[in-house]
């Protein structure tokens, strides 16, 4: 049964765009094949925020189910290993994601809160770090932080406006190379997957 759920974060809407709040001006930082990437600085945080955003020809069922398909939506996450569901209730589900990163960094894994918000002109899901929910994982350096939304929009003509932001605290040591490219990749391949799937006849 498709639950209300999804990775890659109600307490109100005000959470939802605690991110959007606590950042800087946005700038963009790439704009191809119809997905824009913007970043912004983030206060105290050593980590940009992103925000990417897409029009997808789909319905906008079609884009929710793939989206709660928790463990086939890996397959268009930037670098998911691997993705599970841990429980759902209501308009709230929790998720473990594990990520691949590049060598000689330590794979991270996260656990999200995702909570789902029908609202008249689309679909909002908040995204939150709840990082304590399980113990960590040997092999494995835990997200500390995650804040974001995935915003979907329907739009005439059978189309989708989709809009995907997160600010996050990888934990440990990572390299600025990576962080500066993850920022940009993330938000970008992900769209692209998911769009790419959507799209698909």
């Known amino acids: 049964m498709i639950k209300p759920i999804f990775h890659p974060l109600l307490l109100g809407v005000s959470l939802a765009f605690c991110a959007a709040t606590q950042a800087q001006e946005w700038q963009l930082a790439k704009d191809e094949e119809?997905?824009?990437?913007?970043?912004?600085?983030?206060?105290?945080?050593?980590y940009k925020a992103y925000r990417g955003e897409t029009v997808i020809r789909a319905s906008i069922d079609r884009i929710r189910a793939l989206q709660e398909d928790v463990e086939g939506s890996c397959a268009w996450i930037h670098q998911c290993k691997a993705q599970q569901l841990i429980r759902h209730e209501g308009a709230r589900s929790w998720?473990?994601?594990?990520?691949?990163?590049?060598?000689?960094?330590?794979?991270?894994?996260?656990l999200i809160e995702v909570t789902t918000e029908e609202r008249e002109d689309g679909l909002l899901r908040h995204l939150k770090g709840v990082p304590d929910l399980?113990?960590?994982?040997?092999?494995?350096v835990r997200v500390a932080r995650v804040e974001g939304y995935w915003k979907l929009e329907?739009?005439?003509g059978q189309r989708v406006k989709v809009t995907y932001?997160?600010?996050?605290?990888p934990g440990g040591s990572v390299p600025s190379w990576l962080a500066n490219s993850f920022v940009i990749d993330a938000p970008f391949n992900t769209l692209k997957?998911?769009?790419g799937l959507a799209e698909e006849r």
Request: net charge negative; no cysteine.
């Open 34 to 46: 119809g997905i824009q990437v913007y970043l912004s600085a983030v206060p105290g945080s050593q």
């Open 95 to 110: 998720t473990h994601t594990y990520f691949n990163t590049p060598w000689p960094v330590t794979p991270r894994d996260s």
């Open 134 to 140: 399980l113990p960590e994982e040997k092999g494995y």
């Open 154 to 156: 329907p739009l005439e």
């Open 165 to 169: 932001q997160l600010h996050s605290e």
């Open 193 to 195: 997957g998911l769009r």
